[in-house]
């Protein structure tokens, strides 16, 4: 059964940092891009950041560029978000998800709320 | 980008059918069919159930069909039933490893 699972929310005072990690199981982690997609409250869905299954290509989203990075650990099944210089309109629920191909995604994580806030 | 267009709510009675509509441009939806749609019921994720304009993920029940014409897609939901009453988004694929999303259409079954 494929499983992901996030962790590292949390509140956060504007200009902080937070790191998020998603632990993956149930598939061959390493054959699949990885995205973050966030969803702000009563908002729909963003689309965040990605990375290749190798970690060679990364991209995101126009609002975060400068201040997340995103990183994989193959050996360890585990997609990371690190959010720096974060603000307030970065409050929202993150998801991790597989991308099965163009962006779409078959799998999703529980999510993990990020409150930014002073 | 902008974001994809969907009508806010939609609702039918338990047994009809009810369609949802999405509309891009030619840069995401009528560009390419990478159309997907995903239900999401209150404080849970996101659930894959139309893939690629019309393909169903297993498990997801045949009542569930995807179309599209130009630069619309839609979803539709077939003999309603209770539990489909959710929130529903649109995604498309827009080139240069882009997705862009609708707002959501919140599905009421009456």
């Known amino acids: 059964e494929v499983q992901l699972v996030e962790s590292g929310g949390g509140l956060v005072q504007p200009g902080g940092s937070l790191r998020l990690s998603c632990a993956a199981s149930?598939?061959?982690?390493?054959?699949?891009?990885m995205d973050w997609v966030r969803q702000a409250p009563g908002k729909g869905l963003e689309w965040v950041a990605n990375i290749k299954q190798d970690g060679s290509e990364k991209y995101f989203v126009d609002s975060v560029k400068g201040r997340f990075t995103i990183s994989r650990d193959n050996a360890k099944n585990s997609l990371y978000l690190q959010m720096n210089s974060l603000r307030v309109e970065d409050t929202a629920v993150y998801y991790c998800?597989?991308?099965?191909?163009?962006?779409?995604?078959?799998?999703w994580g529980q999510g993990t709320l990020v409150t930014v806030s002073s | 980008q902008s974001a994809l267009t969907q009508p806010p709510s939609a609702s039918g009675s338990p047994g009809q059918s009810v369609a949802i509509s999405c509309t891009g441009t030619?840069?995401?939806?009528?560009?390419?069919?990478?159309v997907s749609w995903y239900q999401q019921h209150p404080g849970k994720a996101p659930k894959l159930m139309i893939y690629d304009v019309s393909k169903r993920p297993s498990g997801v029940p045949d009542r569930f069909s995807g179309s599209k014409s130009g630069n619309t897609a839609s979803l539709t939901v077939s003999g309603l039933q209770a539990e489909d009453g959710a929130d529903y988004y649109c995604g498309s694929y827009a080139g240069s490893n882009n997705v862009v999303f609708g707002g959501g259409t919140k599905l009421t079954v009456l």
């Open positions: 149930g598939f061959t982690f390493s054959s699949y891009w």
């Open positions: 030619s840069s995401d939806v009528g560009g390419y069919d990478y």
């Open positions: 998800a597989r991308d099965r191909g163009a962006h779409t995604y078959d799998y």
